[in-house]
């Protein structure tokens, strides 16, 4: 979409068709990560140069997952919780320059399906995904990239799932 010209184009097609996948953007490139291919989850990473309208696929994620939470900053792609049969508290860590994924600290407590954005140098994950509506998550993380620790944060304490948040810099 062309803010400016307020108008739509089509860009190139996606490598493969996918729902329940992350997108981080850095540095003029949306990384799109995992996802479920129809059957189950994958551990794709595809990169999509917008200004060049191509794609590429890069190292696949050290496992198969679909509904993680996604940011980047300073040359790496952060990919936290999502689910591959149950839900998860792992973080990889992409590394751009080297094309390789690396394993960091777990997240305190498990994510799926919640809202996250980042502000600053911090990821932040709010809610997440439960057996029902009264089942939702109220756990609210944010990842100190610098420190490398997870740490939960103070706030909203009320269950949600599949949530968007926002940050206006």
């Known amino acids: 979409y062309d803010i400016a010209g307020n108008t739509w184009s089509t860009g190139a097609n996606m490598?493969?068709?996918?729902t329940d996948?992350?997108?981080?953007?850095?540095n003029g490139i949306a990384y799109?990560?995992?996802?479920?291919?129809g059957s189950g989850g994958v551990n794709t990473l595809y990169?999509?140069?917008i200004a060049g309208n191509t794609w590429s696929t890069l190292a696949p994620l050290p496992q198969a997952l679909f509904l993680p939470a996604a940011t980047a900053i300073n040359g790496k792609v952060y990919a936290a919780g999502g689910n591959n049969g149950s839900e998860l508290n792992t973080l990889y860590i992409y590394d751009i320059a080297t094309?390789?994924?690396s394993t960091g600290p777990p997240a305190p407590a498990p994510y799926l399906l919640g809202g996250y954005t980042q502000v600053g140098q911090?990821?932040?994950?709010?809610?997440?995904?439960?057996?029902?509506?009264?089942?939702?998550?109220t756990v609210k993380m944010r990842y100190d990239k610098i420190a490398s620790?997870?740490?939960n944060?103070?706030?909203r304490t009320r269950g949600r799932a599949g949530v968007g948040l926002a940050y206006d810099r």
């Open 32 to 37: 799109i990560i995992a996802g479920y291919n």
């Open 99 to 101: 094309n390789t994924w």
């Open 21 to 26: 996948h992350a997108v981080a953007y850095y």
């Open 15 to 18: 490598p493969a068709t996918l």
């Open 122 to 137: 911090y990821p932040y994950m709010v809610g997440g995904y439960g057996s029902s509506c009264a089942a939702n998550s």
């Open 149 to 151: 620790i997870g740490s």
């Open 47 to 49: 990169a999509n140069d």
């Open 153 to 155: 944060v103070t706030g």
